[in-house]
């Protein structure tokens, strides 16, 4: 666990306090679509106010024009969904660079969104410090955006008086390094998504940690090339194919391995009322496309995630959206359900996986995260937490 300021160790009573929180939540007609990130946020915000700091909350929201105030990007929605959680209104304010914002003790406010802002993105060093002086402590509990040093997350810290880490920021920290600094043995990885190459960075940094790596979707059938199959019409990096079976033998020389399907179902055209076919995935034929493991993989990989010590996902294993492709996904669900492993989920696609099967309460730790996670599996320096760990220092 990174070495920071806590702020559960702080006296915040009578103290200004600016939270970063990311509040990054999708809206749709002015109403918030899906509060996850809202809720997560909740036991910071709660615990500054209970202490009787004046409390301020910052986030971004979108990708608004620099510099330029757009309604569809406004936190007023993310303003009015936290203050029914809080049980109170939670006013937000717009020009609050000058420093003029007036914050009761035990009171909340929304500063709009520090994408109006000119500089934030490249962490301009006068609108850092017009932040820093908001504030006597700044709280980063924004882990979904610590990957990017950006003014709210990264400078604000330089300059405040203190800066600190939030229980949420603290929570996702501790989760990671429980999983990938010293993770109970077997150790299962697994990793899918439509491209190796988004993701090749975190398989090669896995593939040096895990007893097994599970790959699966469009990636899959990246390695099932490799191992020799064909894949018909599926997605699949033909270039990226000597990598994969480099990958493969790494695992091998380190005693670990890629289990790859042994079935497969497949479909013509991605489409949601394709039929879904059963196949063997030596059967594969030049017009068909892979969209789901099939149920002897499906099993054969619950029997791994069953016995493992520490499993670490990111991503389904096929196109779960649609109901006849999706019982692979479903299955490995199912499967992080029963084990008595560590378990630690992150990046969108399978908290919405998830969510459709209902395991929610059932993984050890979910993050909220998606580019911070993928980095931080990566073993990546996160400027903001690297920032943090400097102010612990003093």
């Known amino acids: 666990m990174a070495n920071v300021i806590r702020m559960t160790d702080l006296d915040l009573a009578g103290k200004r306090v600016l939270i970063r929180a990311d509040l990054n939540v999708p809206v749709k007609d002015g109403k918030v679509t899906s509060d996850a990130r809202i809720s997560a946020s909740l036991g910071t915000i709660k615990a500054a ?188 990096e033909d270039d990226l194919v000597p990598t994969a079976k480099a990958l493969m033998d790494k695992l091998k020389s380190n005693g670990a391995n890629i289990p790859l399907p042994t079935d497969v179902v497949v479909g013509k055209q991605f489409d949601e009322n394709e039929p879904a076919v059963l196949k063997r995935v030596e059967d594969v034929a030049d017009d068909d496309m892979i969209f789901d493991i099939g149920p002897e993989s499906a099993e054969a990989l619950a029997k791994v995630i069953e016995n493992a010590g520490t499993v670490v996902w990111n991503g389904p294993v096929g196109v779960f959206e649609f109901d006849q492709f999706g019982d692979g996904t479903k299955r490995i669900s199912q499967a992080i359900a029963d084990t008595k492993a560590f378990t630690l989920a992150g990046g969108g696609d399978t908290i919405a996986a998830i969510q459709k099967y209902d395991i929610y309460d059932k993984v050890s730790y979910i993050s909220t995260a998606g580019g911070a996670f993928l980095e931080f599996l990566e073993g990546k320096t996160l400027p903001a937490v690297a920032m943090l760990e400097e102010r612990a220092k003093g």
């Open 49 to 236: 106010l209970d202490q009787g700091a004046h409390v301020m909350v910052a986030s971004h929201l979108g990708r608004p024009t620099e510099g330029e105030f757009s309604e569809d990007d406004s936190l007023a929605p993310v303003a009015k969904d936290l203050g029914d959680k809080l049980g109170r209104e939670v006013r937000l304010e717009r020009d609050y660079l000058g420093g003029n914002v007036e914050v009761g003790a035990g009171e909340v406010v929304m500063l709009e969104n520090v994408r109006f802002n000119k500089g934030e993105k490249k962490n301009d060093e006068a609108l850092s410090k017009q932040y820093a002086a908001l504030c006597d402590v700044f709280v980063m509990d924004a882990f979904g955006t610590a990957h990017r040093a950006q003014a709210s997350t990264h400078g604000v810290a330089k300059f405040a008086p203190v800066a600190c880490a939030g229980t949420l920021l603290t929570e996702e920290l501790e989760a990671l390094t429980k999983a990938l600094a010293n993770p109970a043995r077997p150790m299962v990885a697994i990793v899918g998504g439509s491209k190796v190459s988004t993701k090749l960075t975190v398989l090669e940094a896995l593939a040096a940690k895990v007893d097994q790596l599970i790959v699966g979707g469009g990636i899959a059938n990246t390695f099932v090339k490799a191992a020799g199959h064909g894949v018909g019409k599926s997605l699949c």
